[in-house]
Protein backbone atom coordinates (compact mmCIF):
# COMPACT_ATOMS: atom_id res chain seq x y z
CA UNK A 1 0.00 0.00 0.00
CA UNK A 2 2.66 2.34 0.90
CA UNK A 3 4.80 1.77 -2.27
CA UNK A 4 1.19 2.52 -4.25
CA UNK A 5 0.83 5.82 -2.16
CA UNK A 6 4.55 6.87 -2.87
CA UNK A 7 4.59 6.42 -6.69
CA UNK A 8 1.21 8.49 -7.08
CA UNK A 9 2.94 11.24 -5.39
CA UNK A 10 6.06 10.59 -7.68
CA UNK A 11 3.93 10.80 -10.65
CA UNK A 12 1.94 14.27 -9.58
CA UNK A 13 5.59 15.86 -8.84
CA UNK A 14 6.19 14.95 -11.91
CA UNK A 15 2.74 16.16 -13.26
CA UNK A 16 3.54 19.36 -11.57
CA UNK A 17 6.89 19.61 -12.97
CA UNK A 18 5.67 19.56 -16.49
CA UNK A 19 2.90 21.64 -16.24
CA UNK A 20 5.54 24.16 -15.11
CA UNK A 21 7.88 23.77 -17.80
CA UNK A 22 4.73 24.24 -19.99
CA UNK A 23 3.20 27.50 -18.12
CA UNK A 24 7.03 28.91 -18.39
CA UNK A 25 7.44 28.06 -22.22
CA UNK A 26 4.45 30.00 -22.81
CA UNK A 27 4.77 32.81 -21.11
CA UNK A 28 7.73 33.45 -22.87
CA UNK A 29 6.21 33.01 -25.74
CA UNK A 30 4.01 35.63 -25.40
CA UNK A 31 6.39 37.73 -23.78
CA UNK A 32 8.87 37.63 -27.04
CA UNK A 33 5.24 37.94 -29.33
CA UNK A 34 3.15 40.69 -26.86
CA UNK A 35 6.11 42.30 -25.66
CA UNK A 36 8.60 42.28 -28.65
CA UNK A 37 7.40 41.35 -31.92
CA UNK A 38 4.23 43.04 -31.80
CA UNK A 39 5.56 46.46 -30.40
CA UNK A 40 8.40 46.12 -33.41
CA UNK A 41 5.69 45.28 -36.00
CA UNK A 42 3.25 47.90 -35.25
CA UNK A 43 5.77 50.73 -34.69
CA UNK A 44 7.44 49.92 -37.49
CA UNK A 45 3.85 50.02 -39.75
CA UNK A 46 2.60 53.10 -38.14
CA UNK A 47 6.52 54.96 -39.37
CA UNK A 48 6.09 53.94 -42.66
CA UNK A 49 2.41 54.17 -43.32
CA UNK A 50 1.77 57.21 -41.16
CA UNK A 51 5.35 58.85 -40.27
CA UNK A 52 3.60 62.15 -39.60
CA UNK A 53 1.08 60.75 -36.70
CA UNK A 54 3.22 58.26 -35.14
CA UNK A 55 6.14 61.25 -34.57
CA UNK A 56 3.81 63.08 -32.70
CA UNK A 57 2.44 64.97 -35.64
CA UNK A 58 4.69 67.76 -35.12
CA UNK A 59 4.47 71.57 -36.29
CA UNK A 60 8.13 73.31 -37.92
CA UNK A 61 8.12 76.81 -38.37
CA UNK A 62 9.92 77.77 -42.06
CA UNK A 63 13.84 77.36 -40.16
CA UNK A 64 12.76 73.62 -39.69
CA UNK A 65 12.16 74.15 -35.93
CA UNK A 66 9.91 72.00 -34.07
CA UNK A 67 7.32 74.14 -32.11
CA UNK A 68 4.73 72.04 -31.11
CA UNK A 69 2.16 69.49 -31.85
CA UNK A 70 -1.13 69.83 -33.77
CA UNK A 71 -2.84 67.86 -31.88
CA UNK A 72 -2.04 69.62 -28.00
CA UNK A 73 -2.89 73.13 -27.51
CA UNK A 74 -0.36 75.87 -26.08
CA UNK A 75 -0.43 79.83 -24.98
CA UNK A 76 0.32 82.16 -27.13
CA UNK A 77 1.08 85.37 -24.60
CA UNK A 78 1.16 87.97 -28.11
CA UNK A 79 -1.75 89.55 -28.74
CA UNK A 80 -1.11 89.80 -31.81
CA UNK A 81 -1.81 86.47 -32.54
CA UNK A 82 -5.08 84.03 -32.35
CA UNK A 83 -5.41 82.85 -28.52
CA UNK A 84 -6.81 79.19 -28.04
CA UNK A 85 -9.19 78.12 -24.94
CA UNK A 86 -8.53 78.37 -21.42
CA UNK A 87 -6.23 75.43 -19.91
CA UNK A 88 -5.68 75.50 -16.25
CA UNK A 89 -3.12 73.07 -16.46
CA UNK A 90 -1.31 75.68 -18.44
CA UNK A 91 -1.35 72.67 -21.66
CA UNK A 92 0.52 70.44 -19.72
CA UNK A 93 0.14 67.25 -21.63
CA UNK A 94 1.34 64.86 -18.47
CA UNK A 95 -1.41 66.51 -16.39
CA UNK A 96 -4.69 66.51 -18.76
CA UNK A 97 -7.85 66.69 -17.30
CA UNK A 98 -9.47 70.36 -15.70
CA UNK A 99 -10.38 71.11 -12.28
CA UNK A 100 -13.95 70.01 -12.76
CA UNK A 101 -15.44 72.59 -10.73
CA UNK A 102 -19.72 72.79 -10.38
CA UNK A 103 -20.87 76.16 -12.15
CA UNK A 104 -21.63 77.59 -8.33
CA UNK A 105 -17.90 76.86 -7.70
CA UNK A 106 -16.26 80.47 -6.68
CA UNK A 107 -12.82 79.48 -8.03
CA UNK A 108 -14.71 79.10 -11.06
CA UNK A 109 -16.73 82.23 -11.21
CA UNK A 110 -13.04 83.97 -10.16
CA UNK A 111 -11.48 82.65 -13.10
CA UNK A 112 -14.09 82.96 -15.71
CA UNK A 113 -14.52 86.69 -14.74
CA UNK A 114 -10.51 87.40 -14.75
CA UNK A 115 -10.93 85.78 -18.21
CA UNK A 116 -13.55 87.87 -19.70
CA UNK A 117 -11.53 91.18 -18.26
CA UNK A 118 -8.90 89.85 -20.39
CA UNK A 119 -10.92 89.58 -23.45
CA UNK A 120 -12.50 93.34 -22.94
CA UNK A 121 -8.83 94.95 -22.30
CA UNK A 122 -7.50 92.70 -25.23
CA UNK A 123 -10.89 93.33 -27.32
CA UNK A 124 -12.08 96.68 -26.94
CA UNK A 125 -13.95 96.74 -30.13
CA UNK A 126 -15.79 94.04 -29.80
CA UNK A 127 -18.68 93.75 -27.65
CA UNK A 128 -18.66 91.27 -25.03
CA UNK A 129 -22.02 89.69 -25.92
CA UNK A 130 -19.72 88.22 -29.10
CA UNK A 131 -17.27 86.61 -26.98
CA UNK A 132 -18.19 82.70 -27.54
CA UNK A 133 -18.17 80.65 -24.20
CA UNK A 134 -15.51 78.41 -25.70
CA UNK A 135 -12.82 81.33 -25.26
CA UNK A 136 -13.39 81.36 -21.29
CA UNK A 137 -13.90 77.70 -20.68
CA UNK A 138 -11.89 75.00 -20.29
CA UNK A 139 -11.81 71.50 -22.59
CA UNK A 140 -12.53 68.36 -20.69
CA UNK A 141 -8.73 67.50 -21.40
CA UNK A 142 -7.20 71.19 -20.62
CA UNK A 143 -5.45 70.39 -23.73
CA UNK A 144 -7.69 71.51 -26.87
CA UNK A 145 -5.58 72.62 -29.79
CA UNK A 146 -8.86 73.67 -31.61
CA UNK A 147 -11.20 76.38 -31.30
CA UNK A 148 -14.29 77.10 -33.01
CA UNK A 149 -14.48 79.28 -36.26
CA UNK A 150 -16.33 82.03 -34.18
CA UNK A 151 -14.11 81.92 -31.62
CA UNK A 152 -10.93 82.44 -33.99
CA UNK A 153 -13.44 85.10 -36.30
CA UNK A 154 -14.18 87.80 -33.27
CA UNK A 155 -10.65 88.16 -32.52
CA UNK A 156 -9.93 89.07 -35.93
CA UNK A 157 -10.23 93.12 -34.76
CA UNK A 158 -7.47 93.11 -32.35
CA UNK A 159 -4.92 90.86 -34.67
CA UNK A 160 -5.93 93.31 -37.81
CA UNK A 161 -5.10 96.12 -35.35
CA UNK A 162 -1.97 94.89 -34.30
CA UNK A 163 -0.78 93.62 -37.06
CA UNK A 164 -1.96 95.79 -40.08
CA UNK A 165 -3.38 92.89 -42.13
CA UNK A 166 -6.61 93.84 -43.37
CA UNK A 167 -10.27 91.97 -41.36
CA UNK A 168 -10.84 90.52 -44.84
CA UNK A 169 -7.61 88.79 -45.72
CA UNK A 170 -7.53 87.49 -42.14
CA UNK A 171 -10.66 86.30 -42.43
CA UNK A 172 -10.17 84.52 -45.62
CA UNK A 173 -7.06 82.51 -43.06
CA UNK A 174 -9.49 81.24 -41.05
CA UNK A 175 -11.62 80.22 -43.75
CA UNK A 176 -8.71 78.26 -45.05
CA UNK A 177 -7.77 76.72 -42.08
CA UNK A 178 -11.12 75.66 -40.82
CA UNK A 179 -11.39 72.14 -40.74
CA UNK A 180 -15.01 70.26 -41.56
CA UNK A 181 -16.74 67.62 -39.51
CA UNK A 182 -14.91 64.03 -39.42
CA UNK A 183 -16.18 62.09 -42.27
CA UNK A 184 -19.02 65.15 -42.62
CA UNK A 185 -20.56 63.89 -39.72
CA UNK A 186 -18.95 63.75 -36.30
CA UNK A 187 -17.64 66.59 -33.94
CA UNK A 188 -17.93 70.35 -35.33
CA UNK A 189 -16.16 72.53 -37.39
CA UNK A 190 -13.17 73.52 -35.58
CA UNK A 191 -9.83 75.76 -36.42
CA UNK A 192 -6.50 74.46 -35.53
CA UNK A 193 -4.96 77.23 -33.68
CA UNK A 194 -1.06 76.49 -34.15
CA UNK A 195 -1.43 75.96 -37.68
CA UNK A 196 -3.60 79.06 -37.78
CA UNK A 197 -1.07 81.14 -36.35
CA UNK A 198 1.67 79.72 -38.55
CA UNK A 199 0.05 81.09 -41.50
CA UNK A 200 -0.41 84.16 -39.78
CA UNK A 201 3.29 84.68 -38.87
CA UNK A 202 3.92 83.84 -42.08
CA UNK A 203 2.06 87.03 -43.30
CA UNK A 204 3.64 89.09 -40.75
CA UNK A 205 6.66 87.97 -41.26
CA UNK A 206 8.09 88.00 -37.74
Known amino acids: MSTITHEGHGNKVRSGVAGFWIALRISALFIILCGIVYPLVTTGLAQLLFPH????????????KVIGSELIGQSFTDPSYFQGRVSSIDYKAEASGSNNYAPSNPDLL???????????KNNPDTP?????????????SGLDPHITPQSALVQVPRISKLTGI???ELKALVDEFTENRDLGVFGERRVNVLKLNLALKEKTGK
Open 53 to 64: QANGSLLKDQAG
Open 110 to 120: ARTQASIADWQ
Open 128 to 140: IDQLPIALITNSG
Open 166 to 168: STG
